[in-house]
């Protein structure tokens, strides 16, 4: 295994946007679960964003399966993301959406059709394969862009809340789908949530407050005993 | 320290920018080496320049002051046929400026609608030969488009805010003060500024309407010292003229020139509980449905007869026209797209300042610099049409450009991330996201273009000869010899040549529109 079994090392990562700053220093093992967790305005999306190579970083290191990916394009970081909305080209069908993830070039030949075909099957959307993102629901688009996660097979997969929008039991059924993809797929994930019955379902935590990223620790461990400003977060 | 990675390579917009620069840049060249330190500026150089910004400052105020009643009326009020109205208004911006000179000249001539009316009442006949002719046609084109602007204003006050005047039974002094002063304010000064920087660079409303020391625009006398005098360096001191006063208009204008949406026809009815009288209101839609009518019906009625009398030229001057503006409107979308992609991930917002160049750089101020390059060398008749197709396309793409911007910049926002997080890039980029999310404004900017095109007649007239005509020139050229109805036939294939190449390619646009 490369890397030491480390997915994710982020090291010395400082992060300065205007009066904003973010620093962080951690390590994610393979294969993890993790709830991203802290306030609004505290630098969850922006950690996120940084990991994806979306903005950029002041100083500091990204590693992602042993490879240094700090000044690496977005689509070569060996990241999957899914963002709060705008998951899915609204103008493409959802066979030609989750195709995207194979080939940028949208080219696909017999095999990659047939993957696709099979990634829709496995969450549910066999039937919808031609439909356009508009003419299905809020759950089905969910599902559309976990099919793509799914044949994008990237051994990280970060989640910026993109189930937000879902009812209660929507989104639980979208969670359980996330974890079950992500096993198929072999993919650590790391999942902002603001509820802290979602993150209960994770393996780890990481808890960020006003720029500062603590170091991912076991959920049972920490909710049992929060420390201070969780608590106040959690209002307990 | 990584940089923060961008969807779209920002190289291709830059070098389109660059070939826009280094076409402006030549002709300055070209104009430089043609100006004499002796050639100095006479009387008439400078009656050229008062006379421009005199009659672009009343056209702008006069279409200003008139769109301001009718927007408003056309806010609170339906009337029968309204939403056709609406259109309308968009329809003298890409009306040939010829064939709406022949409708006015149907209207307002000597044997107009107008002057046999006044005659037969006794009263003396008007002309509209002159200063004033020049500044009615102006407010005839722009009116309507400022009424749109003003009108796209009062659209964007939520219906909230009338409800709320509603309850709060507030009259109309105060629902003018609390909720329309405020619009206006940020309205009016850029339609004004749009116009007065159109009018600059007009040219075919002068020659046609204009003519004389007391009706003389700098880019006829331009014409002139061409045509009539082939003073070169004449051409190219009113050249520079005309890059300096609209240069310094348009830097002046920059920050408060609106952007140019899509109109989309959103004129959904608000309930509103203040308008006073409707008979102001029915005034004043009365007088621009008129004003906007008579002249394009006056077309179409004359336009059916001339049909027989249209000479063989006309055939070949449509088909000229025809590619013209196919290869006006590639250069265009090959110019413009790119420069709009760069511009929308651009943080400087100043680059869009480039875009004004086409504004600034008056198309006969770029032919007369092109002309003098070329003429060494060969000669520049056979250049044209390629210049005139080029140049069309400059003066495109200020309004395209401003066109393409905001909705780029939202798909950029929107599916940016996702399409670097996916490897979209160039081509497949274009092709899969850009191209499909922007069909209705690439379809509108293009439709745009190809109706300008059709409709110009600017550079065409400095180069041509006697046996290359766009359908314009063409058109000029029967009037000039008095051959109206043969003229009133071309008139017409040009209005149906203008809107129907504006239709197909918005029609393009709209049709499969992306949801």
Redesign the interface.
């Known amino acids: 295994m490369r890397g030491g079994g480390g997915m994710l090392r982020v090291e010395g990562l400082k992060i300065a946007q205007g009066d904003f700053a973010l620093s962080a220093d951690f390590a994610v093992e393979r294969g993890r679960r993790l709830a991203v967790i802290g306030p609004s305005g505290a630098g969850k999306s922006t950690l996120l964003?940084a990991l994806?190579?979306?903005?950029?970083?002041?100083?500091g290191r990204i590693e992602v399966d042993g490879r240094d990916v700090?000044?690496a394009?977005?689509?070569?970081r060996g990241?999957?993301?899914l963002?709060q909305d705008?998951?899915l080209?609204?103008?493409?069908t959802l066979a030609?959406n989750v195709g995207?993830?194979i080939r940028?070039?949208?080219r696909l030949n017999e095999a990659e059709t047939a993957q696709v075909r099979d990634a829709l099957g496995r969450v549910g959307l066999a039937e919808f394969a031609d439909r356009?993102p508009?003419d299905v629901s809020g759950g089905q688009q969910s599902r559309a862009a976990l099919a793509r996660v799914l044949v994008?097979a990237k051994p990280l997969l970060l989640l910026d809340e993109p189930f937000a929008a879902l009812g209660p039991a929507l989104r639980v059924e979208m969670l359980d789908l996330t974890s079950q993809v992500a096993r198929d797929a072999g993919a650590t994930v790391l999942m902002i949530t603001h509820a802290p019955e979602d993150a209960e379902r994770a393996d780890d935590l990481i808890f960020v407050e006003a720029g500062a990223v603590a170091p991912p620790a076991p959920v049972g461990a920490v909710l049992a005993d929060p420390p201070p400003a969780l608590r106040a977060y959690l209002g307990r | 320290?990584?940089?923060?990675?961008q969807p779209v390579s920002p190289w291709v917009g830059i070098i389109a920018a660059g070939f826009v620069v280094a076409v402006v840049i030549a002709a300055f060249v070209g104009i430089s080496q043609r100006i004499e330190t002796t050639t100095g500026l006479r009387a008439a150089e400078w009656q050229a320049v008062r006379f421009t910004v005199w009659q672009a400052f009343f056209s702008a105020l006069i279409s200003v002051v008139l769109a301001v009643p009718v927007a408003r009326a056309l806010a609170r009020r339906r009337v029968p046929g309204h939403t056709l109205l609406v259109t309308l208004l968009g329809a003298p911006f890409i009306l040939p400026v010829i064939v709406a000179v022949l409708g006015l000249l149907a209207i307002f001539g000597r044997n107009g609608w107008l002057n046999t009316a006044l005659g037969v009442v006794g009263l003396p006949e008007v002309s509209i030969y002159g200063a004033h002719g020049v500044v009615l046609a102006h407010v005839f084109f722009n009116m309507p488009l400022a009424t749109r602007l003003i009108l796209q204003g009062w659209q964007s006050v939520p219906a909230e805010q009338f409800r709320m005047v509603g309850q709060l039974g507030l009259t109309p002094r105060m629902v003018f003060r609390v909720i329309e002063w405020p619009i206006l304010r940020q309205v009016v000064p850029g339609a004004f500024a749009l116009i007065f920087v159109i009018c600059l660079t007009s040219f075919a409303v002068a020659l046609t309407l204009g003519g004389g020391p007391r009706a003389t625009t700098i880019e006829l006398a331009i014409y002139q010292a061409f045509r009539f005098d082939f003073d070169l360096g004449r051409a190219a001191v009113l050249s520079l003229l005309q890059l300096a006063v609209a240069g310094a208009a348009a830097v002046l204008a920059l920050w408060i020139l609106p952007p140019i949406a899509v109109q989309t026809g959103r004129d959904r009815a608000v309930r509103r509980w203040d308008a006073p009288s409707p008979w102001g209101d029915a005034f004043w839609i009365t007088l621009v449905a008129g004003f906007l009518l008579l002249p394009l019906l006056s077309i179409a009625l004359s336009g059916l007869v001339g049909l027989f009398y249209m000479p063989f030229s006309v055939l070949t001057a449509t088909w000229t026209t025809i590619w013209v503006a196919c290869v006006s409107t590639v250069v265009l979308l090959v110019l413009a797209l790119p420069m709009a992609a760069w511009l929308a991930q651009a943080k400087w917002g100043g680059a869009e300042a480039l875009t004004l160049l086409g504004l600034v750089a008056s198309p006969l101020m770029i032919g007369t610099g092109w002309f003098i390059l070329i003429f060494p060398y060969a000669s520049p008749t056979a250049f044209a049409l390629p210049v005139t197709a080029l140049i069309n396309a400059m003066m495109a793409l200020p309004f395209a450009v401003r066109i393409l911007l905001p909705p780029m910049r939202q798909v950029f926002n929107?599916?940016g991330?996702?399409s670097?997080?996916?490897?979209?890039?160039s081509?497949?980029l274009w092709r899969?996201?850009l191209v499909?999310?922007l069909r209705p404004q690439i379809g509108f900017a293009a439709g745009l273009t190809a109706a300008l095109s059709v409709g110009d007649l600017g550079v065409v007239a400095l180069f041509a000869d006697p046996d290359v005509a766009t359908l314009p020139l063409q058109m000029y050229r029967l009037m000039g010899a008095y051959r109206t109805e043969a003229a009133a036939g071309a008139a017409l294939v040009l209005v149906a040549l203008a809107f129907g190449m504006f239709w197909i390619c918005d029609a393009w646009g709209r049709r499969y529109a992306?949801?």
């Open positions: 964003n994806g190579g979306y903005i950029d970083i002041a100083s700090t000044d394009r977005p689509d070569k990241i999957a993301m963002f705008g998951n080209f609204p103008h493409l030609q995207l993830g940028p070039a949208l356009k508009g994008q | 320290m990584a940089r923060r990675a929107d599916y991330r996702l670097m997080g996916l490897g979209l890039r081509l497949a899969f996201v499909p999310r992306a949801s």
